[in-house]
């Protein structure tokens, strides 16, 4: 009995380590999202006030279909902080959408590029003085 358990355990760990390693090697995939439900609901026409812009099932899945293929194009300029975090906002409590995804990393990204193109030409002059703001007079020396 013994060496059946062990040999149940040994395999039970196996199956779990190697869970593990598919699981991570596929983190950094694009995720693959139901956008079905959502063209569905943008298409309802009972969902709509009158006047607004029509749109069909079609157009609208091949309007999700072309963000996600432009975020595949782009995955590889995302932080996998920012991946994690769309992720989970796209497709928390509702319809998924690769649009409101690729708007999430999108800006994002740009958010961090700015931070850090601000923090690089904020950074202080090799003088010891950093440049005055924008408006001010620059220091002189003395």
């Not at 293929?69 to 995955?75: A, G, V, Y």
């Not at 003088?127 to 003395?142: E, S, Y």
């Amino acid at each position: 009995m013994t060496l059946c358990r062990g040999i149940w355990i040994g395999a039970l760990t196996l199956v779990a380590v190697t869970a593990e390693t598919m699981s991570s090697a596929r983190s950094d995939d694009v995720p693959t999202l139901n956008v079905s439900p959502l063209c569905h609901q943008l298409t309802d026409k009972s969902a709509f006030a009158e006047g607004l812009a029509s749109i069909t099932y079609d157009q609208c899945m091949e309007a999700e279909q072309t963000d996600r293929q432009t975020i595949i194009k782009e995955w590889s300029t995302f932080s996998g902080d920012d991946k994690k975090h769309c992720t989970s906002e796209s497709t928390m409590g509702g319809e998924s959408s690769y649009t409101e995804m690729l708007t999430c990393l999108e800006m994002a990204r740009d958010v961090r590029q700015l931070k850090s193109e601000a923090a690089s030409s904020s950074a202080p002059s090799p003088g010891g003085t950093a440049p005055a703001p924008v408006g001010h007079r620059q220091p002189t020396r003395q």
